[in-house]
C-alpha cells in the first residue's frame, strides 16, 4: 500500500511541475486563466455573447457592482487529500485588471447628478487595487434616439476628466459583439502578461543583445560561434555580402583585430580593406578583379572610429 501511495504522490508531483511549465506559454495560459463575471450580465444580450464567446474558464457571481468581470490565475497546484486519495488542487490568486460595463442611459444618469467620479470611488472601494477599464455600451444608438436631451460631447467630456484627472481608460462599444471581442482581448492579454513581463525583462537594456530569439542571433558559447557572430554582424553593412564578410575575417578574424589595425594605420584606415580581394565561394579561386572597394572600406571604417553621436552611416 506504501509503494502504491508514493508512487501515486511522485505522479502527481511530476504533473504539476509539467503543469507549472505550461502555465506562461502562449495558447497554453488561457488554460490557467478564469473570468469572475457579474452574473445579472447573463440575462442581458451582453453577457450572453460574453459567455457565447468566451474561450477561457469562468464563474458567476452575485458582483456587488452590476456589470463587473475580472480575472484570476491558477498559480499553483497543491496536494490535498488523505494518503488514499490524493489528488492536485488548484490556488487562484486575482488579478489586478476590473472590467466595468456601463450604459449610455447610466451615464447619462450620473453625468446629469455629477455622481460619475462618485461611482468611480464607490467602484475603487469595493475593489481595492484593481486597474478599472470601462466600457460603454450603446453611447451611438442613445445619443441618436435622445438628441433633444443629451449631446455625445457632453458624454466625452466626462469619460475624458475621468481618464486624464482619475486614470480610468474607457472603450466605446456599440453593440454586444463588440463587448465580448473587447472582454476576449483583455482575457488574452490577461493570461499573457506573465511571459510578457518575463520576455520585457529579458530584452530590457543590453539584456536585448543577448536574448537570442531571433532567426537572425548567432549563439555564442564558451567562445564558440564568436566568428560566427563576427561574419553576421559585417554583413549588416550595405552591399557586404557573404563572400565579402568572409574574406574581411580571413584578414581580421576578430572584431578587435580590426580596431587594432585601425589604431595603428590612422593615416590609410579608410583604404585599410579597399585591396582585400574576395573570393567567388567558400573553395573557389580568388579574383583579382574583385576586392573590397575603397566606397565600402571608408563606411566599414567610419562605423568603427567616428565619434559623433548623431553620425549617420551612408
Known amino acids: 500500500m506504501d509503494k502504491k501511495i508514493d508512487k501515486n504522490l511522485h505522479r502527481l508531483e511530476k504533473k504539476a511541475i509539467l503543469e507549472a511549465e505550461k502555465r506562461n506559454k502562449p495558447g497554453e495560459c488561457l488554460k490557467y486563466v478564469q473570468a469572475i463575471i457579474d452574473e445579472d450580465l447573463t440575462n442581458e444580450m451582453i453577457g450572453s455573447k460574453i ?13 456587488p457592482i452590476p456589470r463587473t468581470i475580472f480575472w484570476q490565475r491558477s498559480v499553483q497546484q497543491t496536494l490535498k487529500g488523505t494518503n488514499n486519495e490524493m489528488c492536485l488542487d488548484e490556488k487562484y490568486q486575482d488579478e ?17 447628478s455629477h455622481n460619475l467620479v462618485d461611482h468611480i470611488k464607490t467602484i475603487a472601494d469595493i475593489y481595492p487595487g484593481k486597474k478599472l477599464s470601462l466600457m460603454i455600451f450603446g453611447l451611438k444608438e442613445y445619443c441618436r434616439n435622445n438628441r433633444a436631451n443629451i449631446g455625445r460631447t457632453a458624454f466625452e467630456t466626462a469619460l475624458t476628466e475621468l481618464q486624464l484627472l482619475h486614470n480610468i481608460s474607457h472603450r466605446l462599444l ?16 490577461i493570461a499573457e502578461k506573465p511571459y510578457k513581463k518575463e520576455r520585457e525583462e529579458k530584452m530590457s537594456g543590453q539584456n536585448f ?42 584578414k581580421y578574424p576578430t572584431a578587435s583585430k580590426l580596431i587594432e589595425a585601425y589604431e595603428s594605420n590612422n593615416a590609410n584606415g579608410p583604404l585599410l580593406l579597399a585591396d582585400i580581394p574576395i573570393r567567388r565561394s567558400a ?14 572600406s571608408r563606411k566599414i571604417h567610419s562605423f568603427y572610429t567616428q565619434s559623433i553621436a548623431d553620425f549617420v552611416l551612408q
Not at 489586478?96 to 446629469?112: F, K, V
Not at 580568388?286 to 572597394?293: A, E, L, P, T, V
Request: glycine share 4%; aromatic share 6%; charged share 20%.
Open 283 to 296: 573553395i573557389g579561386p580568388i579574383s583579382s578583379s574583385r576586392k573590397i572597394g575603397a566606397e565600402l
Open 174 to 189: 456599440d453593440t454586444a459583439e463588440d463587448v465580448a471581442q473587447v472582454f476576449l482581448q483583455f482575457s488574452k492579454s
Open 96 to 112: 489586478d485588471i476590473l472590467l466595468h460595463i456601463m450604459t449610455a442611459s447610466e451615464l447619462n444618469s450620473y453625468s446629469i
Open 51 to 63: 459567455l457565447a464567446s468566451a474561450n477561457i474558464g469562468y464563474k458567476l457571481v452575485n458582483a
Open 209 to 250: 543583445y543577448l536574448a537570442n530569439d531571433n532567426k537572425d542571433c548567432v549563439r555564442v558559447k564558451d567562445n564558440i560561434g564568436l566568428t560566427n557572430l563576427w561574419k553576421n554582424h559585417l554583413c549588416k553593412f550595405p552591399t557586404v555580402t557573404l563572400d565579402t564578410a568572409e574574406a574581411i575575417i580571413q
